[in-house]
Structure formats: structure tokens, C-alpha cells
T-cell receptor
Framework: DGGITQSPKYLFRKEGQNVTLSCEQNLNHDAMYWYRQDPGQGLRLIYYSQIVNDFQKGDIAEGYSVSREKKESFPLTVTSAQKNPTAFYLC??????????FGSGTRLTVV | EDKVVQSPLSLVVHEGDTVTLNCSYEVTNFRSLLWYKQEKKAPTFLFMLTSSGIEKKSGRLSSILDKKELFSILNITATQTGDSAVYLCAVEGGTNAGKSTFGDGTTLTVKP
């Protein structure tokens, strides 16, 4: 079945460490996105990519980095520069016209 | 700055009630408005609206867009406990065309 897979589901990070969240899709979607969701809030865009080898900053890109070397994959690295990384991270993909398909999310906690 | 505002932020109703959720937006280069339902984890897609005045319907859920007033509503009739969720409104387009701006969501609780 086609879908979008995020891993891991839960991630713990010590302060000062970089961590990478995985996002893979087999829907043949061109566009992929990373959102952050804090309790009681909507989704805020971190980065998005509409084509391989190209990506743009969203509204809250500081402290994060991405790559898009393959159409299927859009990993997100949370760097030590991100001051408040504890959150729920959602990856999504979409065709050119149409709604998003979301992954099941990664809950990151800084310990 | 692109903005999507949902109201109310939360709502508690009893089974069988009808609810209306609101979404207003200020977004340049509007392409579409989308509604999602988020239960525990990933939001799931409900509707995509691109034209004013055309109602989209799926079972007990329906939605309509008013591009003149920059507004959309999501109606749920004969609510059930399984409708309890966060409902997210998103608008595609904006200053960075091709990405969606999300509202903060409406948390709906349906009591038996």
C-alpha cells in the first residue's frame, strides 16, 4: 500500500545533540513538508520541498536542516541550535494539486 | 503575513447535536482551502475547496467556501463520539506558493 512513513515514533535527545528524523513516501508525490506541532496549537511549517534537490524555508526554519536527494525521502535534522526542540513533528507529502498525506509523526523530547 | 484563524478553539456537544466550525483566512495567491481531522496522531484529509459556493459533502460532514468573505465552514450533523478530534483548517498558497498555512484547530468533544 502507498503511504508515508516516519521514524522513529518517539525520540529522546540530550541537550547539545543533533538528531535526524526520517520521512519516506512511496506515493510518487513531488512535494514534501515538515511541520512542528506544539500542544494545543496548529501546525507550523519548518521546511518544504517541491522537487528533488530543492527546498525552501518555512516559517520556523531556524535550528533545523533538511535534504532532498531522492524523491521518496525528506529527512529533517534538529540541530543543537534549536532552542526548544521538544515537540511533535509531522511529515507530509502532496501531489501538485490535492491535500496532504501525513505520516504518523515523531514525538521528540529533550532530556 | 499569511494568517488562518479558526473558531471556536474548543467545543463540547452531545451526541446528535449539529456543529459548525469556522475558518477565516488572509492569504495572498489563494489556491485552495483544506480541512483535516486529527485524532491521536496524523491529520487525515477531509475536504479540499477551491470554488466559492459549492458544497462538498461526505456523509454527515459538509463544507463550503466563501472566497469573497475569505471564510469557510465545516458542518457536522448528528454528531457521534467518534467525531471527537481536532479539526484543522489549512490554506494553500500564500507568499510561499505551494505550501499550506494551518490554523490552530478546533477541538471538538462529543459526549455520549
Amino acid at each position: 500500500d502507498g503511504g508515508i512513513t516516519q521514524s522513529p515514533k518517539y525520540l529522546f535527545r540530550k541537550e547539545g545533540q543533533n538528531v535526524t528524523l526520517s520521512c519516506e513516501q512511496n506515493l510518487n508525490h513531488d512535494a514534501m513538508y515538515w511541520y512542528r506541532q506544539d500542544p494545543g496549537q496548529g501546525l507550523r511549517l519548518i521546511y518544504y520541498s517541491q522537487i528533488v534537490n530543492d527546498f525552501q524555508k518555512g516559517d520556523i526554519a531556524e535550528g533545523y536542516s533538511v535534504s532532498r536527494e531522492k524523491k521518496e525521502s525528506f529527512p529533517l535534522t534538529v540541530t543543537s541550535a534549536q532552542k526548544n526542540p521538544t515537540a511533535f513533528y509531522l511529515c507530509a507529502s502532496s501531489p501538485r494539486l490535492g491535500g496532504y498525506t501525513f505520516g504518523s509523526g515523531t514525538r521528540l523530547t529533550v532530556v | 503575513e499569511d494568517k488562518v484563524v479558526q473558531s471556536p478553539l474548543s467545543l463540547v456537544v452531545h451526541e446528535g447535536d449539529t456543529v459548525t466550525l469556522n475558518c477565516s483566512y488572509e492569504v495572498t495567491n489563494f489556491r485552495s482551502l483544506l480541512w483535516y481531522k486529527q485524532e491521536k496522531k496524523a491529520p487525515t484529509f477531509l475536504f479540499m475547496l477551491t470554488s466559492s459556493g459549492i458544497e462538498k459533502k461526505s456523509g454527515r460532514l459538509s463544507s463550503i467556501l466563501d472566497k469573497k468573505e475569505l471564510f469557510s465552514i465545516l458542518n457536522i450533523t448528528a454528531t457521534q463520539t467518534g467525531d471527537s478530534a481536532v479539526y484543522l483548517c489549512a490554506v494553500e498558497g500564500g507568499t510561499n506558493a505551494g505550501k499550506s498555512t494551518f490554523g490552530d484547530g478546533t477541538t471538538l468533544t462529543v459526549k455520549p
